[in-house]
């Protein structure tokens, strides 16, 4: 049976690293704080593509994300986010499951 569409692409840590301009050491960092969903695989870790996405792009200030809304009333791009984890109360592991789900 193929399974090549049962799992979602991952990056390694290194990769994810590169790509949001931080050390490989923060990455795993921020895998064990929580802040960023990873599986983890013998004593390594791979971050799914959509979660490395998800990421980036909370990462940008709500404006370059489209948010019209906020040029009337700028706000922080961190407030935003921080807002956004209030409301989302999902484990890692029902975050990475509705992230395959396409939720």
């Not at 923060?26 to 969903?37: D, P, S, V, Y």
């Not at 695989?41 to 809304?69: C, N, T, W």
């Amino acid at each position: 049976m193929p399974r090549g569409n049962r799992y979602p692409e991952v990056v390694s840590v290194e990769e994810f690293a590169r790509i949001v301009k931080l050390s490989p050491e923060q990455a795993r960092n921020l895998i064990r704080k929580g802040e960023i969903a990873a599986i983890r695989i013998g004593k390594e870790y791979r971050i799914p593509h959509a979660v490395s996405d998800r990421y980036f792009a909370q990462a940008l200030p709500p404006e370059e994300r489209g948010y019209g809304m906020w040029k009337r009333k700028p706000v922080r791009g961190l407030t935003y986010v921080n807002e956004l984890r209030k409301r989302d109360r999902r484990t890692p592991e029902v975050f990475l499951k509705d992230m395959a789900e396409g939720k």
